[in-house]
């Protein structure tokens, strides 16, 4: 176990049961997930862009879907 993961886990034995009950679950959560959620190329390149340049305008929701390729059954 890493360092950072023994730290986590100290800091949530200080936590009450209901607070340690969700950090547990959205651990399992990320760790049940981690590996199917992934951005494709287009996706990727987005972030990147917003990255370099963060100046731009909001953008609405649709906006957000139509930049990163969401098609409408992915919504």
Do not use: C, W
């Not at 190329?41 to 879907?65: F, I, K």
């Amino acid at each position: 176990m890493t360092k950072l993961l023994q730290r986590a886990f100290e800091q949530a034995q200080l936590l009450s049961e209901d607070q340690q009950d969700a950090a547990g679950a959205a651990l399992l959560d990320y760790l049940d997930h981690m590996q199917t959620i992934r951005l494709t190329n287009r996706q990727v390149g987005e972030v990147r862009r917003r990255l370099v340049d963060p100046s731009d305008s909001t953008l609405s929701p649709d906006e957000v879907r139509h930049r990163l390729g969401f098609r409408p059954d992915d919504q």
